[in-house]
């Protein structure tokens, strides 16, 4: 950490910085320039205040240089995460497709996309049972029973679930859920991550909107923090200027998160634009870019989906992605059976 | 809203269309034009899902014309809220100041700090009890503690309080609390909203970081389509490119959320800089474009605050942009005093 | 182009705006809802002002439905467009790499790169002469000796050469070179792109940092509408909030340009991230999600580039990266050859 | 300057790169630590190539310290710059209101405008001859001969006037024009900046719609490195995500540039919001925050005008407007008569 004084500081009072740093155990680096002063903070940082420091009267700005993340950081934990559930292993290698509804509408609608997206090649199934619904006005799910109907289909098929969580008092709900799923907007809900933190189940944690990549392993280093270091980050579009998609995948991304952290790292196409026939590109840069999965939105009617219908590929579609998305795989070397 | 179908789109298909349209109640106008067919729909299109209507095959794009909230809207309620905290009015006319601690450390500091505020014109006081941190290793509030202090510093003062939830399971917990904060992270927690729009207590609303004035009045909509009408917009600064400071306050929201709306718009000029000595000229320009009221942070000791130091004002600070506030709160013809 | 009227508009002065927009060669549609009256305008709506209609007393907003760009666009022109210079041949169906120093610094310099790229598989030079640098006091390229050399590179290796051109006034100096590119910051200097549409030389168009993808399209329409349809249009990256890169590549601008127009579009992967090691992961994507080309910086030097050395690949680690595009190309189906 | 090292950088790597930068006459500041080493570079660093040093293998980050603009920089210049044109003084302690239409459409239109614009206190002309317009197909200015028709309003009135200048072939054409204006567009043109460095002449820089306060302020630092300090700021609105204002004003900018920099800070809330009726709230707003001044649109027929007719105010609005910004003017204890 670089703290930079004002010119023309008041030596007593860099004194009493100096010795207040000092007495948090970091050694200091006082270096003084034609035109600016400058303090290095030497040893572990993650714990300074750079608020309280800025505040000083005599500090004109505070750079940090090491990332304030630990448990998620690459530099400390050089080994790729791998996470597991059930049979299935998710991290660098390894290759899945996590597929399914929007929304769980029915017995039907559900285990009839499942049986397909499994078919054709998918090893975890996705529905979202509670929706976070920009209108109050617009269906907001099945919610508990949304979610028998999930376990129904696990049954049914094999695959193990994923399905987003709303808040800390649904965790118990949630015991047979497979890899729970932290939406965007929840992604600094930080007592929700903190709660699931004393799991031991994997976290699917989606990329907020408008979060940086610091903020979004800050947001893994909660749940890790609290000792449960199964988490998958996953990108989903970020918000810009551009109106012609409804966000804008970050494929950078990807490599980003693999250099900065050991945790795995899917791509959702399907949310990144907000359009059908755009997650076929989408998911193919996403394969050659380095990414572990793929999340991607199955519809048997996507006209007459209670949600998100214009993302929604067609069983057939999908079968047709993920024929491409095998060769892509293999292309990779990369392991896409369990 | 409008349809726009694509071009040599199928007859029979269109005319499923239309049915199924008229079919939620709505009219429909076809227009064949050279390049383009469009589709009007007349009527109140509030619950019809644009993401389905895109995913027919034969649907191109599809516009909103009317503005998707209805009990937040001006359209339908041309007169200005006024939400009432005790003694305080808060709304068009009046101009009340929140001011406080970001989070509240101790007695001592948060009663010393809710006196000097009072006396300096403050109507009402805020204080953190829970924070929401980026970092799980910054410290994270008192927690409940902190809500008795603020108690303590009401009876002291008799100032109205305001302080943040986190989520629905505190809402028994915050019974004594005159206005309930939702921050920005938590402005499409829509649980939460919900739960909220069951109470009768005025709700302060913040501005996600990233969120459009339009999904602003959608979860204003939320707590409202429960019951729930006392709402207060708080605008705090939006996430863009720039980085000389935290956030860049979007002023122009102030004139459109008075256009849109007749709930109540209050500015926080601390955290949209997140630099003490901008607090001044944001608030003056807050106040100018037609705000209702200020949030702002003060601290008896920035340079050693628990957290957001480098934003609050010393009470000194505070004062001095009181009788600044006060003069052009006069100039605007608007109330400060109860 | 819809017209949404504002409630209870004067009769008297629709009939007016009715008349107005019909002795524009438009005919109307008159759609009065319950909330909302609207008036589709069906012709050709490329010449009509919406800012006008926008000002109209009883107007309050106008929502364009069809694309404002003609020449570049694919609903016009169907067939992909190849830009041909001298034997290599650019669009849909080939693949090709364009790469060179950021900028031109001696002959030695920039002989060696050309050969090395070469040999690597390049099938073009590029190399910046004029160099438009943030800070006056940076080098700003050596200018028409630059240009010399590029020509003499050209001799040497064969590679027909790309370079960046700063205003009209220039055209006369850029005429031997074989593509002339328009940098980001120049992207809207309509009297340059004006100027250019004279031409019939292909024309290197980059994405403005914030520019939106129908800006894009427009500013090739500007060239185009001159009477040069030999635009390329490279994305590289546009300005979001994200800090760790320099700017966050759009890899969905690949497909939906590909979607909207005819025209080759290729990607620099150097500029878009600003950082040498993720060129190769973004380079993949690209390839990928359907790019025509890519645009690499090498440098022999990287460390004294006298420009841009954080993101040059050196010429060893460019032809590992041409290895592997190779084997991508083809993956594709696409020819690299020319 | 701050450089940060690879860990385990080899040590011969490090005393070769302290010894380059020395060589550049600054002194280096070495500081191992637990997880970071660090090189602080002491002197004038404003001309060390950032992207060099990082393209070094040892190195892992730059962080720049101190400003990189001089000229333009308050640190080194502390009073405050006052530009001169004709009778009127632009900066601090003066305020100003430039006004006029869009684009010039006629003699008569002009005249007009210029009269009733003076009438209500405007002490500046303003008026597009050359318009920069996204379409090919819009009207594009008068050009020359509304170069012409502005000095006779000039004549006329009184008024010193301001308008656009597109490419520096024209500088000749400006030659009675009293200040240049440089659109967001050209705000990196920087053949264009150098070239009015030459010049004695004030220049009016609007900033880019998506440049940062220190690019804006690098762009003044261009025309000022030329020699010619008379530079006036003007900030109009930047791109964000919010899509019911055209740009967001970026209020911040005003204290933020009259801190960094002194020059003085005018505001254009025409092109700001790009909507009539939002022009007196912002402009209110500007006053309050501390700008030097105004720059807004006025037609006589908005609805008939040739370009951005929407943010057009009347005379009878804009004299209205006056009344209103007098008042504030005087609050603020400016001075407004030349």
Not at 106 to 127: F, H, N, P, W
Request: net charge neutral; hydrophobic share 40%; glycine share 8%.
């Amino acid at each position: 950490m670089v703290v930079i004084l004002k010119p023309n500081a008041d030596r007593q009072r860099i004194d009493a910085l100096l010795k207040a740093v000092e007495a948090l155990g970091l050694k200091t680096n006082y270096s003084q320039g034609q035109e600016t002063t400058v303090v290095g903070l030497v040893g572990d940082t993650s714990r300074v205040d750079i608020d309280a420091l800025k505040a000083n009267e005599i500090v004109e700005d505070v750079k940090r240089i090491s990332e304030p993340y630990k448990k998620a950081n690459r530099r400390f934990h050089p080994a790729d995460t791998l996470v597991q559930v059930e049979n299935v292993t998710i991290g660098e290698g390894f290759f899945h497709v996590i597929a399914g509804p929007c929304s769980i509408e029915s017995e039907e609608q559900l285990c009839s996309i499942a049986q397909d997206v499994k078919k054709s090649g998918a090893t975890l199934l996705r529905g979202g049972a509670f929706k976070p619904r920009t209108s109050p006005y617009s269906f907001q799910g099945l919610e508990t029973s949304g979610l028998k109907l999930l376990l129904e289909a696990k049954k049914l098929t094999g695959l193990p679930i994923v399905t987003e969580i709303m808040g800390q008092d649904q965790i118990e709900d949630f015991a047979d859920v497979d890899i729970i799923q932290v939406g965007a907007r929840n992604m600094q809900n930080f007592r929700l991550l903190k709660a699931l933190g004393q799991l031991r189940k994997p976290i699917l944690l989606k990329r907020g909107l408008a979060n940086t990549i610091e903020e979004f392993l800050m947001s893994a280093e909660y749940i890790m923090a609290g000792g449960n270091e199964n988490v998958i980050l996953c990108e989903r579009g970020i918000r810009t200027f551009e109106t012609m998609v409804r966000n804008t995948l970050d494929i950078s991304a990807v490599p980003l998160l693999k250099q900065q952290s050991h945790l795995p790292v899917i791509i959702d196409p399907s949310h990144a634009a907000g359009i059908a026939w755009m997650v076929t590109p989408l998911a193919k840069a996403a394969v050659a870019a380095g990414a572990d999965g793929l999340m991607i939105e199955v519809h048997n009617d996507p006209k007459n989906a209670l949600c998100d219908g214009a993302q929604s590929l067609t069983p057939q579609q999908f079968d047709q992605l993920m024929q491409d998305v095998k060769r892509r795989a293999a292309f990779e070397g990369k392991q896409m059976c369990k």
